[in-house]
């Protein structure tokens, strides 16, 4: 029987282990750092925010599964045993719930319901006029498998959009702009939407700079920004100078440059942040441990795997 | 010059009478009580929620066009001049906006946006395990040209979605239910979405026996029901004493039986309760006046009336 770990320091790991005995009887499922046994079996780890060092003291290690489709963690550990295969999640289920956040999320900003909450705390009756989606155009930075989900789920329900990615893509209703037309997809963005991956190009990529950028022909005062992608994209402090100058409208960030967010950031308290802790696209345990399992069978008969990482490229 | 005239005894009528003017030059637009002129002159009449015993003062009336897609107060006026053709708004730009709403609140309640604010004000960072879309059936009361679109974008996002009308609707993907199968309906509905029109036979339709009949095998540990079709097909004791009980789990209200709700009604501050003021489906006036005065053009060239209302039907 072949060992399986699991590295998940920020996760409930008892759901983990019991969601993957469920879906993969065949393995002997072991969880770092208190039930490893002898690490020489462990042939297989499926990780998420692993700590530099740990993969490294897996001898025999054949396949690392990262259970989210960010990467950048585990590339980021120096010491990464080199030539593993790494597969990221990337199942329907993730990017339907990706989609989700990103299309509430442009709807909560679009239909002003944190100013309808606030009224109803009040008591107000307050039926203010608003304007129709095809008004707004919402801008999505990465335009992978999600991007491109949310982007056709969001032109269905009346908004524009745009989208930019590294090489142009083609998709019905959608103007899309490569790598070197960031400004002019900037100028037309009214909503703008990071689901990038985390490389070095992308780091610290929506800083004031950026902001100012964005269209301000929209029907709101100013911008209005959305990062799902990555914490590592956003300087957290240019954020909070643009929402408070105005060169921003509102900002709904899932991602942070430190997670957990530590207590003392100004942006939980932010009255034009709505914030969400790293949960835009949680799939479940029992569809992610089915979809690893399937990888680990394609491993063991010699089939192609499934969203392969590129390291050069980072994602 | 034809005379036309808006009886909108709850909106900012300022607004309106200059959209309409922008949009149709040819018309002398008026406004009821204060600018009415001569009212033997007047041909056409735009109202929202119009007193009893007002259109019956324009002897020469020959067309009605109601500003939103319920007619019950303009068909409950006992006075109201037979034989009178009265259109209903609903235009694609209203479509769009009922089903934003309608994706929007199911969003909210299935990604537990509420629960994820209320962890935003305490400074909490709590990741909590989610269901995905298909775990949860949301069922569509009222399926016309509002109910079969919001169904077909929320199936989209991945939402199981069944349907009840009065006859039985045929949309792909959708099941669909007829009026002598109610009870199936509620048995398999989790979200309960009322965009019914208000008639005799929906007054109160929405009583703790219809709640009770919904599905209890959902993700949550009770049913939860949004209404933005009207005020009067829901019984709000009955809605509060489900919530209180646990034989709901959470209400979304666009509309009441008395509106604007009254300041002293617990529902506005009922914590399972998330209340918009009847804003569910506002068009903007510019789209709506454009919309109107193709309608009397229509008119007065013979051609056939859009969405002309039955009055036996009562929509």
């Given at each position: 029987?072949s060992?399986?770990?699991?590295?998940?320091?920020?996760?409930?790991?008892?759901?983990?282990?019991?969601?993957?005995?469920?879906?993969?009887?065949?393995?002997?499922?072991?969880?770092?750092?208190?039930?490893?046994g002898?690490?020489?079996?462990?042939?297989y780890?499926?990780?998420?925010?692993?700590?530099?060092?740990?993969?490294?003291?897996?001898?025999?290690?054949?396949?690392?599964?990262?259970?989210g489709?960010?990467?950048?963690?585990?590339?980021?550990?120096?010491?990464?045993?080199?030539?593993i295969?790494?597969?990221?999640?990337?199942?329907?289920?993730?990017?339907?719930?990706?989609?989700?956040?990103?299309?509430?999320h442009?709807?909560?900003?679009?239909?002003?319901?944190?100013?309808?909450?606030?009224?109803?705390?009040?008591?107000?009756?307050?039926?203010?006029?608003?304007?129709?989606?095809?008004?707004?155009t919402?801008?999505?930075?990465?335009?992978?498998?999600?991007?491109?989900?949310?982007?056709?789920?969001?032109?269905?329900?009346?908004?524009?959009?745009?989208?930019?990615?590294?090489?142009?893509?083609?998709?019905?209703?959608?103007?899309?702009?490569?790598?070197?037309?960031?400004?002019?997809?900037?100028?037309?963005?009214?909503?703008?939407?990071?689901?990038?991956p985390?490389?070095?190009?992308?780091?610290?990529?929506?800083?004031?700079?950026?902001?100012?950028?964005?269209?301000?022909?929209?029907?709101?005062?100013?911008?209005?920004?959305?990062?799902?992608?990555?914490?590592?994209?956003?300087?957290?402090?240019?954020?909070?100078?643009?929402?408070?100058?105005?060169?921003?409208?509102?900002?709904?960030?899932?991602?942070?440059?430190?997670?957990?967010?530590?207590?003392?950031?100004?942006l939980?308290?932010?009255?034009?942040?709505?914030?969400?802790?790293?949960?835009?696209a949680?799939?479940?345990?029992?569809?992610?441990?089915?979809?690893?399992?399937?990888?680990?069978?394609?491993?063991?008969i010699?089939?192609?795997?499934?969203?392969?990482?590129?390291?050069?490229?980072?994602?």
């Open positions: 029987m060992a399986f770990v699991f590295v998940l320091p920020t996760w409930p790991v008892d759901v983990w282990t019991q969601a993957m005995k469920a879906a993969a009887p065949d393995l002997d499922v072991r969880v770092w750092p208190n039930h490893l002898r690490v020489e079996d462990i042939k780890a499926a990780a998420w925010l692993p700590p530099a060092d740990v993969l490294k003291g897996f001898p025999n290690l054949k396949l690392i599964c990262s259970l489709a960010g990467v950048d963690a585990i590339l980021g550990d120096p010491t990464l045993p080199r030539d295969p790494i597969v990221r999640v990337n199942d329907p289920d993730l990017t339907t719930r990706m989609s989700e956040y990103i299309v509430l442009v709807l909560m900003h679009h239909r002003q319901q944190r100013r309808l909450g606030a009224n109803q705390k009040l008591g107000v009756w307050d039926s203010f006029p608003t304007h129709a989606a095809s008004a707004l919402v801008g999505i930075m990465g335009m992978g498998v999600m991007g491109a989900d949310a982007a056709t789920k969001l032109a269905m329900l009346g908004f524009k959009v745009v989208g930019w990615s590294r090489s142009r893509k083609t998709i019905p209703g959608i103007r899309c702009f490569a790598e070197n037309e960031l400004d002019a997809f900037l100028s037309q963005t009214d909503i703008l939407v990071s689901l990038l985390a490389t070095k190009e992308t780091d610290g990529i929506i800083n004031r700079a950026l902001i100012q950028k964005l269209s301000r022909k929209g029907p709101f005062a100013a911008p209005i920004m959305i990062n799902a992608g990555r914490g590592r994209q956003q300087v957290e402090e240019d954020i909070i100078t643009c929402l408070d100058n105005g060169e921003l409208y509102a900002a709904t960030l899932d991602v942070f440059s430190q997670e957990p967010l530590p207590r003392s950031s100004p939980w308290s932010h009255p034009k942040v709505t914030l969400t802790p790293h949960a835009a949680d799939s479940d345990p029992e569809t992610i441990c089915r979809y690893v399992h399937q990888q680990i069978q394609n491993f063991e010699g089939q192609p795997l499934q969203n392969l990482v590129d390291r050069k490229r980072g994602y």
